[in-house]
């Protein structure tokens, strides 16, 4: 009986051990397989490489662009008054209309103007041969006179015998009758007609508009930080409103030298052909301002980092990070004052999301710039 007991013991001894020796190997089996390095089969990718474009930085010629809106208007520009009242027998104006220069466009009638002159001019006939008549008993008096003294008492002999005042209404006479034709100033085109044959008009009417189409100028006006830069000649480039496709090239012809309250001066632009163009249109202008031999590099080769301009630049297959002082631009070109050299690759394109010592390559021709 105690026999048994132990074999009994024994057995559940082995028992025991032979779990706990299966559940110890089972722990160390699954500790294995957790620590053993998992064997990649691919090959190791390479990190990404930026495709990107480049221009050489060199010293070239900058223009600075200046711009500016205005209105056109022509360099000859006139509005016709009426100098005379009457009805008007003839009459050419039409919008729109050219004329040479002197040419007649209007005239009012002139046959009172004639009347006035012909009575004026019977007048001063019996007037003179009463002055002659009188002034034979003036002989003797005028002998002991000065030339001064002389002078005088021939005057008032005039006007008294009514010799003055009938050379007076003729030339009066004759200067409303001149004022009755109404002749361009100029060569140009009638525009603001307000009148017809047949027509009363008053002295001081406002007739019509005449223009020169030919001589078409834009006004602008710039900052005085502008001004000190422009002068006579520079060319500049004029888009109407009108006409957004059409480009017309003008230069500088007057700059005024007085700056408004607002701080702007005002410039004057002479297209050199204006066809199509029409006073009063709205334009805006590019002045082109040449600033002589400097480093640039078009406008995208700049990026901001830690809010300073940095452009990339090509070293090997790798983008390097320089910062730079740059000057001014005009819209497509940016001047470089520090911080590059002549000769170096810039980088112009996918350099957004560049980073110092980052790996490019050159673009392909034809590939797309955003790959």
Same mark, same amino acid.
């Given at each position: 009986?105690?026999?048994?007991?132990?074999?009994?013991?024994?057995?559940?001894?082995?028992?025991?051990?032979?779990?706990?020796?299966?559940?110890?190997?089972?722990?160390?089996?699954?500790?294995?397989?957790?620590?053993?390095?998992?064997?990649?089969?691919?090959?190791?990718?390479?990190?990404?490489?930026?495709?990107?474009?480049?221009?050489?930085?060199?010293?070239?010629?900058?223009?600075?662009?200046?711009?500016?809106?205005?209105?056109?208007?022509?360099?000859?520009?006139?509005?016709?008054?009426?100098?005379?009242?009457?009805?008007?027998?003839?009459?050419?104006?039409?919008?729109?209309?050219?004329?040479?220069?002197?040419?007649?466009?209007?005239?009012?009638?002139?046959?009172?103007?004639?009347?006035?002159?012909?009575?004026?001019?019977?007048?001063?006939?019996?007037?003179?041969?009463?002055?002659?008549?009188?002034?034979?008993?003036?002989?003797?008096?005028?002998?002991?006179?000065?030339?001064?003294?002389?002078?005088?008492?021939?005057?008032?002999?005039?006007?008294?015998?009514?010799?003055?005042?009938?050379?007076?209404?003729?030339?009066?006479?004759?200067?409303?009758?001149?004022?009755?034709?109404?002749?361009?100033?100029?060569?140009? %085109?009638?525009?603001?007609?307000?009148?017809?044959?047949?027509?009363?008009?008053?002295?001081?009417?406002?007739?019509?508009?005449?223009?020169?189409?030919?001589? %078409?100028?834009?006004?602008?006006?710039?900052?005085?930080?502008?001004?000190?830069?422009?002068?006579?000649?520079?060319?500049?480039?004029?888009?109407?409103?009108?006409?957004?496709?059409?480009?017309?090239?003008?230069?500088?012809?007057?700059?005024?030298?007085?700056?408004?309250?607002?701080? %702007?001066?005002?410039?004057?632009?002479?297209?050199?052909?204006?066809?199509?163009?029409?006073?009063?249109?709205?334009?805006?202008?590019?002045?082109?301002?040449?600033?002589?031999?400097?480093?640039?590099?078009?406008?995208?080769?700049?990026?901001?980092?830690?809010?300073?301009?940095?452009?990339?630049?090509?070293?090997?297959?790798?983008?390097?990070?320089?910062?730079?002082?740059?000057?001014?631009?005009?819209?497509?070109?940016?001047?470089?004052?520090?911080?590059?050299?002549?000769?170096?690759?810039?980088?112009?394109?996918?350099?957004?999301?560049?980073?110092?010592?980052?790996?490019?390559?050159?673009?392909?021709?034809?590939?797309?710039?955003?790959?």
């Amino acid at each position: 009986m105690k026999k048994f007991f132990i074999h009994t013991n024994y057995g559940v001894v082995l028992c025991i051990g032979g779990l706990f020796s299966l559940l110890s190997c089972t722990s160390v089996q699954g500790k294995g397989e957790a620590e053993a390095p998992v064997v990649n089969n691919n090959k190791a990718v390479d990190p990404a490489v930026t495709a990107v474009r480049t221009v050489v930085c060199e010293p070239g010629s900058f223009e600075y662009l200046i711009q500016a809106n205005g209105k056109l208007r022509s360099l000859h520009d006139q509005v016709i008054i009426a100098e005379s009242s009457g009805r008007l027998i003839v009459c050419h104006a039409a919008t729109g209309k050219q004329f040479p220069a002197g040419a007649l466009i209007a005239q009012t009638d002139i046959t009172a103007a004639r009347f006035r002159l012909a009575k004026a001019e019977l007048s001063r006939y019996n007037s003179e041969k009463e002055y002659q008549s009188q002034l034979l008993g003036y002989e003797a008096l005028l002998k002991d006179r000065s030339g001064e003294v002389a002078d005088g008492i021939i005057k008032k002999l005039q006007i008294s015998t009514g010799l003055l005042p009938a050379e007076q209404d003729i030339a009066e006479a004759a200067y409303e009758i001149t004022k009755a034709a109404i002749h361009a100033p100029f060569s140009g %085109m009638l525009a603001d007609v307000a009148i017809e044959k047949g027509q009363q008009v008053s002295s001081g009417q406002q007739l019509f508009r005449i223009y020169d189409p030919q001589a %078409m100028i834009l006004e602008v006006k710039l900052l005085e930080a502008d001004i000190c830069l422009l002068k006579k000649g520079l060319l500049a480039e004029l888009t109407p409103v009108a006409y957004p496709t059409k480009r017309y090239h003008a230069a500088v012809i007057e700059v005024n030298p007085y700056i408004d309250e607002n701080g %702007m001066a005002l410039v004057r632009l002479k297209l050199n052909v204006a066809r199509e163009l029409f006073p009063g249109m709205n334009c805006s202008a590019t002045i082109k301002v040449p600033s002589g031999q400097t480093l640039v590099v078009p406008g995208e080769a700049i990026v901001m980092r830690n809010d300073k301009p940095v452009v990339f630049t090509l070293s090997g297959n790798r983008a390097r990070w320089n910062y730079v002082k740059p000057g001014r631009t005009n819209g497509r070109q940016v001047e470089i004052l520090e911080g590059l050299k002549p000769g170096q690759q810039v980088i112009i394109s996918n350099n957004l999301q560049l980073a110092h010592d980052a790996p490019v390559r050159q673009m392909m021709a034809g590939e797309d710039p955003v790959k």
